[in-house]
């Protein structure tokens, strides 16, 4: 669109230039904190709003009864506004021009318009002051709710949520569907000042009208208190136990939060809308949902009766910055000589095996192992929630499905990992083995996709072996013990032990080779430790003492312990 600007008339003052920036919406009204500050007769705080967007500029009443004269006619809104164009309301006249036009001190007056029949303007005064707050001018975004917030009582809340949601005819799912979630936002933000203007509803007069507002409009529109956790970088994991306990963990460590929500209905809500536009249902028939939002971030969702403390959320989000091997070095995760032996078992396509408990990073790990993957490799990822983010070009994403409604079209990962086999991939990263999928991934790495990569549960390297064993037999094939020990030992070359601190330190307390099978036990031989500090244990690993001359041979002192070193 051309650029416009407004022309602004008042009274006797000379005519000012009022420039419109695009994308950009400006309120008018009496309120102090109006873009458009005018004053007459029936004027309310925040009575009309401009929105300038690709097609134009728009004027349209939000709370004021007293309509809009545009050129000569009452309106309720009007747009795309044309040059020429002339705007009244109460004691101010605009004119629509060019944005290039004459300076103010050569431009003419502006006509004056014809009284509209019933509206008579006021000398120019402020507008009369009442007892609510001024609202916000609709440019400014929402203060965050935070726990430093000003705790707001729930029945406030509760009252508001039923006012908003009775005019906004929010009880109706279609609305919520077919309405964007911005829009919807700002209708809710409009009604619940409209509903403090019109005095059905007043806010204490120890509080701030901002903040009361940004805080129904998130509980009925958006995610609630926990909207403010969400935009913060430093939480890494949200968990709502019922509607008034709310902790986050940051750097590791768990903490609570001085925030909650209104009531179990308005939590109840909140998991609707959050999993609602991912194609699943949070009801009796179905009280638990394990999904993927749209950010990336893993949410788990459990109902009563399930959960008997009523309903539980968590969220487990994810950093948008990429992490490599040198990173974690930085972070103390691991020192120098095991990120260059890492990078080694990378690069000579040894199959990695990256275990530890929950939330001890090992999709972290993981994603910075992939980093040292060749750009001419073809990879297929296959995850539950897909978690990793990998840099190269030639990568092929597979997520597994849950059932449906109708509890069918489910698709396994292990379903996923056959049809991966039929794709070409030079290398296979699985998410996590959690079941029967351990069977066809160990079948892979034994028939030429050397240097695949994946995680499990275990909390040292030999219960880890100990669960792949245990997941090859949920895949239902009847099976020896002894053949299934073989097929790992052939297929695993390096576990990789994770570990979490109660500091919220998480560290790699071993790297472990596979050595190998001697009667009906797997072989296993440390090759680092982390025992008050990280430290090779002076085993060289197999694959460079019996494999082929490596080409640049590799530094022994990268298996030489730090006693011997010094």
């Known amino acids: 669109m051309n650029r416009l600007e407004l022309l602004q008339h008042r009274g006797r003052e000379h005519p000012t230039p009022v420039i419109l920036d695009p994308g950009r919406r400006y309120t008018i009204g009496g309120g102090r904190r109006c873009d458009l500050r005018i004053a007459g007769e029936g004027i309310a705080r925040r009575h009309a709003e401009l929105r300038v967007d690709t097609d134009g500029v728009h004027i349209r009443l939000l709370a004021g009864r007293r309509e809009i004269d545009?050129?000569?006619?009452?309106?309720?809104?009007?747009?795309p506004l044309a040059v020429g164009d002339a705007l009244r309301l109460g004691d101010t006249c605009w004119q629509v021009r060019p944005a290039d036009a004459a300076d103010v001190a050569?431009?003419?007056?502006?006509?004056?318009?014809?009284?509209?029949?019933?509206?008579?303007?006021t000398p120019e005064t402020p507008?009369?002051?009442?007892?609510?707050?001024?609202?916000?001018?609709?440019?400014?975004?929402?203060?965050?709710?935070?726990?430093?917030?000003?705790?707001?009582?729930?029945?406030?809340?509760?009252?508001?949520?039923?006012?908003?949601?009775?005019?906004?005819?929010l009880y109706r799912r279609d609305i919520l569907q077919t309405l964007s979630a911005q829009r919807l936002r700002d209708e809710a933000r409009t009604t619940a000042w409209q509903l403090i203007e019109e005095g059905e509803l007043s806010i204490p007069d120890d509080l701030d009208g901002d903040t009361v507002v940004a805080?129904?409009?998130?509980?009925?529109?958006?995610?609630?208190?926990?909207?403010?956790?969400?935009a913060d970088a430093t939480v890494s994991e949200i968990m709502v136990n019922?509607?008034?306990?709310?902790?986050?963990?940051?750097?590791?460590?768990?903490?609570?939060?001085?925030?909650?929500?209104?009531?179990?209905?308005?939590?109840?809500?909140?998991?609707?809308?959050?999993?609602?536009?991912?194609?699943?249902?949070?009801?009796?028939?179905?009280?638990?949902?394990?999904?993927?939002?749209?950010?990336?971030?893993?949410?788990?969702?459990?109902?009563p009766p399930l959960a008997l403390n009523g309903a539980t959320l968590t969220i487990r989000r994810f950093s948008d910055t990429r992490?490599?091997?040198d990173d974690l070095v930085g972070f103390g995760a691991l020192d120098a000589t095991m990120a260059a032996f890492l990078r080694l078992c990378v690069h000579r396509r040894r199959n990695i095996l990256i275990a530890g408990g929950t939330g001890t990073g090992k999709t972290t790990v993981l994603n910075a192992l992939s980093e040292e993957i060749d750009e001419s490799e073809r990879i297929v990822t296959i995850e539950d929630s897909a978690e990793l983010r990998l840099q190269q070009d030639h990568v092929v994403a597979l997520e597994s499905r849950p059932p449906n409604i109708e509890g069918s079209g489910a698709i396994s990962i292990r379903e996923l990992v056959r049809n991966a086999l039929r794709m070409r991939p030079d290398r296979i990263l699985v998410?996590?083995?959690?079941?029967?999928?351990?069977?066809?991934?160990?079948?892979?790495m034994n028939t030429g996709h050397d240097g695949s990569l994946t995680t499990a549960h275990a909390n040292t390297p030999r219960d880890a072996l100990a669960r792949l064993e245990v997941m090859t037999l949920m895949a239902g094939m009847d099976l020896p013990a002894r053949a299934i020990r073989d097929q790992i030992a052939a297929a695993i070359d390096i576990i990789v032990q994770l570990t979490r601190f109660g500091d919220g330190a998480r560290r790699i307390t071993a790297i472990t080779e596979v050595a190998g099978m001697e009667g009906e036990r797997i072989l296993l031989t440390d090759l680092y430790r982390y025992d008050?500090?990280?430290?090779?244990?002076?085993q060289r690993p197999a694959f460079i003492e019996q494999g082929p001359a490596l080409d640049p041979p590799v530094d022994p002192g990268l298996f030489r312990p730090a006693a011997a070193a010094t």
Do not use: H, W
Request: net charge negative; glycine share 10%; with cysteine.
């Open 127 to 169: 507008a009369p002051s009442a007892p609510e707050p001024d609202p916000p001018p609709a440019a400014t975004p929402e203060p965050p709710v935070t726990a430093a917030t000003p705790r707001i009582a729930p029945e406030l809340v509760r009252r508001f949520q039923e006012r908003i949601s009775q005019r906004l005819d």
């Open 323 to 325: 992490i490599g091997i």
């Open 215 to 230: 805080a129904v409009v998130a509980e009925t529109v958006g995610l609630g208190p926990i909207e403010s956790l969400m």
């Open 431 to 444: 998410g996590e083995c959690r079941g029967g999928e351990a069977l066809d991934m160990l079948q892979a």
């Open 70 to 79: 545009f050129n000569g006619e009452p309106v309720r809104q009007a747009g």
């Open 532 to 538: 008050d500090g990280f430290s090779a244990t002076g």
């Open 106 to 121: 050569d431009a003419p007056d502006v006509p004056q318009l014809p009284d509209t029949p019933g509206i008579t303007d």
């Open 242 to 303: 019922g509607p008034a306990s709310i902790y986050v963990e940051r750097q590791g460590r768990l903490q609570k939060t001085a925030l909650a929500f209104s009531s179990a209905a308005s939590l109840d809500s909140v998991l609707d809308r959050i999993v609602s536009p991912l194609g699943r249902r949070l009801d009796e028939g179905s009280p638990l949902v394990d999904a993927r939002l749209p950010d990336g971030s893993r949410v788990n969702a459990i109902i």
